[in-house]
């Protein structure tokens, strides 16, 4: 039987493996459009509140939703999410520049599910804070301090206890917790998963 297989032309191994090849192309495709369907979706979702909030609460008092618990109010952050490292505006301008290369640069290899979703949130949160830092006041086209633009935030939960942030920072957030289990687990960026047992055949 396996004569007349070999003698007919029909691979006996190698065509499984092509088959698994060929169906890793259109796989990889699917969690790029997951990728690239999260990413924007964060980002205009974040340009758009910030933009609300400019126009309805800037220089207003801060609207309170739930007393002592969650309210809007706008502030203009030059440092990291949740306004860490304020006074670094530029550092994080061109560290956020550099996390948006290094997650399209990663994309080419993506063939995971969860990691197109964690990269989505950290390409559409990087992108929405390095559009403030890059446009808004006091950086921006033109102007004499250039990527040092302000990141707009306005969440505020527990007020007075807790920085204030915005939905990118969120994403960036969410993401960054997800990339950390997914390595904790093993998830590889190529949906491969390192479960450590060679290493544990090695040692015994």
Same mark, same amino acid.
Request: aromatic share 8%; charged share 15%; net charge positive.
């Given at each position: ?12 191994? %190698?065509?499984?493996?092509?088959? #698994?090849?060929? &169906?890793?192309?259109? &796989? ?5 459009a ?6 924007? @979706?964060?980002?205009? =979702? %974040? !340009?758009?509140?910030?933009? @609300?909030?400019l126009? /309805?609460?800037? #220089? ?21 999410? *949740? &306004? @860490? #490292? +304020?006074?670094m /505006?530029?550092?994080? /301008?061109?560290?956020?520049?550099g996390?948006?290369?290094?997650i399209?640069? /990663?994309?080419?290899?993506?063939? &995971? !599910?969860? $990691?197109?979703?964690?990269?989505? !949130?950290?390409?559409?949160?990087? !992108?929405?804070n =390095? ?6 006041w006091?950086?921006? *086209? ?10 707009? %935030?306005?969440?505020?939960? *527990?007020? #007075?206890?807790?920085?204030? $942030? ?5 994403a @960036?957030?969410?993401?960054g ?6 390595? $904790?687990?093993?998830?590889q ?5 390192? +479960? ?9």
């Amino acid at each position: 039987m396996r004569g007349l297989q070999a003698a007919g032309g029909a691979p006996l191994t %190698d065509g499984g493996a092509g088959d #698994g090849a060929a &169906s890793a192309v259109p &796989s990889g495709r699917r969690r790029v459009a997951v990728l690239a369907t999260i990413a924007p @979706i964060v980002y205009l =979702l %974040d !340009l758009i509140t910030k933009t @609300i909030v400019l126009r /309805t609460l800037e #220089g207003r008092e801060p609207l309170v939703v739930i007393p002592d618990l969650l309210q809007f109010r706008v502030i203009f952050n030059s440092g990291a999410a *949740f &306004s @860490i #490292g +304020t006074g670094m /505006t530029i550092v994080f /301008t061109f560290v956020a520049a550099g996390v948006v290369i290094a997650i399209l640069r /990663t994309a080419r290899h993506l063939r &995971s !599910l969860p $990691w197109a979703v964690t990269l989505g !949130l950290l390409l559409g949160g990087a !992108l929405g804070n =390095l559009t403030d830092r890059v446009l808004r006041w006091p950086a921006g *086209f033109g102007r004499d301090a250039p990527f040092q633009g302000y990141v707009v %935030d306005f969440i505020e939960t *527990f007020p #007075g206890r807790f920085p204030v $942030w915005n939905v990118a920072d969120a994403a @960036i957030v969410c993401g960054g917790v997800l990339a950390v289990l997914l390595a $904790w687990r093993g998830y590889q960026i190529d949906g491969t998963r390192d +479960t450590g047992e060679k290493e544990g055949r090695n040692d015994g």
